[in-house]
């Protein structure tokens, strides 16, 4: 079970990323000065990176969104070693108050664990909303460490991963070996 390091509310844009190598392929992190704000294989869009609002914040806001890069990028080369099985590093992703209740739920999966998207629903006190459980798992941008890939179909078969049920097998594959 994972502590709550993630930051609800309306956070500030990412104005820092770092690409970092997986055994998952190339990540892509973006953090703004509270928390790591995307992860994902495939490389940040320019949306996604505030250059206007860096350009007026003072260097420690960004040196400490940098810092959080590297605080990432160190726990995630520990969770792909097999020695990190829970993540500290804050995590400000923006979403809707129903999308942040969902990815709570998602840190509370324990490292190795599966669920369904009713288990989840069912968690937020909503046991007909697994249908928008799974939208708002689709929309997690902080992949692995928000881990929506420990979620799975009722049957137990592997559904729906942003970014490929390749990807979403071998996460599940490192956290069962």
Known sequence: MSDN???AG???SAIAY???ASPVGPLW???SELGLCSLRPVAPEP???DERRRAR???DVIIAAENILVVAQQQLDEYFTKTRRQFTVPLAPTGTVFQQQVWQQLLLIPFGNIACYGDLAQRIG???AARAVGAANGANRIAIIIPCHRVIGKQGALTGYAWGLTMKQQLIDIERS
Do not use: H, Q
Request: aromatic share 4%.
């Open 47 to 49: 949306s996604m990176l």
């Open 18 to 20: 770092l690409e970092i």
């Open 57 to 59: 914040v003072a260097d």
């Open 5 to 7: 390091y993630l930051i």
């Open 29 to 31: 992190l973006t953090a």
């Open 126 to 128: 909503n046991p007909k």
């Open 10 to 12: 309306t956070n500030p």
